[in-house]
């Protein structure tokens, strides 16, 4: 390949890429932000449910996802489908920015180390969108726990023998009169184990992905260098998202499920003399 054909390559797949030194700063946090509601709006009663199944007794009558949304309309109505939203969102939003600005710098950065090994460009997309999001989850970390603390036992309050809480800020409270501040970071490092390898692999898979679909569709290879159009674009990475997600999935779900029973069940165990058995 000549080296015009490779700068060809780099330009036109670079449409497709975030330049985080060129980016309008923020139009991205609002609409990062905006985004990151929606999907959380979307999807938080899944959560509930989730959490609800995680933390379930052996004695517990809902033993499925559809018994748990039949009890908790039954109890509670749509609102008992987002219970803790409000101190997701709070909390979740700043965690957000932190985020995705420690993932943009983080990944220009580690593209500029991995380019001199000239690999392949998957090959330094899986890296670099690895150490980027390994990076960023760890610092997110310090912001996610605690939401996920209080937001858990929120979403469990008053199931299979769990305290209840009049909101957020009593959650926290009774956190800290207890076992103080740790308290709020009861399996933070358990979180860090669980999500920022996770997170380096959705990333990394994410960014691989993308350039061998690329190279499927013609984009890269000299047979077709144009510019791709903006619907090709949303495919192509709607498509990378879904890799990624099934990949991560297979390293998240088992850790997720013990971290969940570490934060939740705490409660019990003072409250009770017994967890989640």
Same mark, same amino acid.
């Given at each position: 390949?000549?080296? %015009? !054909?490779?700068?060809?390559?780099?330009?036109?797949?670079?449409?497709?890429?975030? %330049?985080?030194?060129?980016?309008?700063?923020?139009?991205?946090?609002?609409?990062?932000? #905006?985004?990151?509601?929606?999907?959380?709006?979307?999807?938080?009663?899944?959560?509930?449910? &989730?959490?609800?199944?995680?933390? @379930?007794?052996? %004695?517990?009558?809902?033993?499925?996802?559809?018994?748990?949304?039949?009890?908790?309309?039954?109890?509670? /109505?749509?609102?008992?489908?987002?219970? #803790?939203?409000?101190?997701v969102i709070t909390g979740a939003i700043p965690a957000r920015i932190l985020f995705l600005t420690a993932l943009?710098?983080?990944?220009? @950065?580690?593209?500029?180390?991995?380019?001199?090994f000239k690999l392949s460009e998957p090959a330094q997309a899986a890296i670099a969108n690895g150490i980027a +999001?390994?990076?960023?989850?760890? $610092?997110?970390?310090?912001?996610?726990?605690?939401?996920?603390?209080?937001?858990?036992?929120?979403?469990?309050?008053?199931?299979? #023998?769990?305290? &209840?809480?009049?909101? +957020?800020?009593?959650? !926290?409270?009774?956190?800290?009169?207890?076992?103080?501040?740790?308290?709020?970071?009861?399996?933070?490092?358990?979180?860090?184990?669980?999500?920022?390898?996770?997170?380096?692999?959705?990333? !990394?898979?994410?960014?691989?992905?993308?350039?061998?679909?690329?190279?499927?569709? /013609?984009?890269?290879?000299?047979?077709?260098?144009?510019?791709?159009?903006?619907?090709?674009?949303? *495919?192509?990475?709607?498509? /990378?998202?879904?890799? @990624? #997600?099934?990949? @991560?999935?297979? =390293?998240?779900?088992?850790?997720?499920?013990?971290?969940?029973? *570490?934060?939740? $069940?705490?409660?019990?165990?003072? =409250?009770?003399?017994? +967890? $989640?058995?």
């Amino acid at each position: 390949m000549t080296m %015009d !054909a490779s700068n060809s390559r780099v330009q036109t797949l670079g449409q497709t890429e975030i %330049d985080w030194e060129k980016l309008d700063k923020t139009k991205f946090y609002v609409v990062g932000a #905006g985004l990151f509601t929606g999907v959380t709006v979307a999807l938080y009663p899944v959560s509930v449910v &989730k959490t609800r199944l995680q933390v @379930a007794t052996k %004695d517990t009558a809902e033993r499925n996802a559809f018994s748990v949304i039949r009890g908790i309309l039954r109890t509670d /109505g749509i609102p008992g489908l987002y219970r #803790g939203f409000g101190t997701v969102i709070t909390g979740a939003i700043p965690a957000r920015i932190l985020f995705l600005t420690a993932l943009e710098t983080t990944k220009a @950065a580690a593209f500029k180390i991995v380019e001199p090994f000239k690999l392949s460009e998957p090959a330094q997309a899986a890296i670099a969108n690895g150490i980027a +999001g390994m990076t960023a989850s760890m $610092c997110a970390q310090a912001v996610f726990v605690p939401i996920d603390v209080v937001s858990q036992k929120l979403m469990v309050q008053g199931y299979s #023998g769990h305290a &209840k809480y009049s909101g +957020g800020l009593d959650v !926290a409270r009774k956190v800290i009169q207890s076992d103080g501040i740790r308290g709020l970071y009861r399996g933070f490092g358990l979180s860090v184990m669980t999500y920022s390898p996770s997170s380096a692999v959705w990333w !990394a898979s994410y960014g691989s992905s993308q350039r061998v679909i690329w190279r499927f569709l /013609g984009h890269g290879t000299g047979i077709d260098d144009a510019v791709p159009s903006q619907s090709k674009i949303v *495919l192509v990475q709607a498509t /990378g998202g879904l890799i @990624a #997600g099934a990949t @991560a999935s297979c =390293i998240t779900t088992p850790l997720d499920t013990i971290k969940t029973r *570490l934060q939740s $069940c705490w409660d019990s165990i003072y =409250i009770f003399g017994h +967890g $989640c058995a």
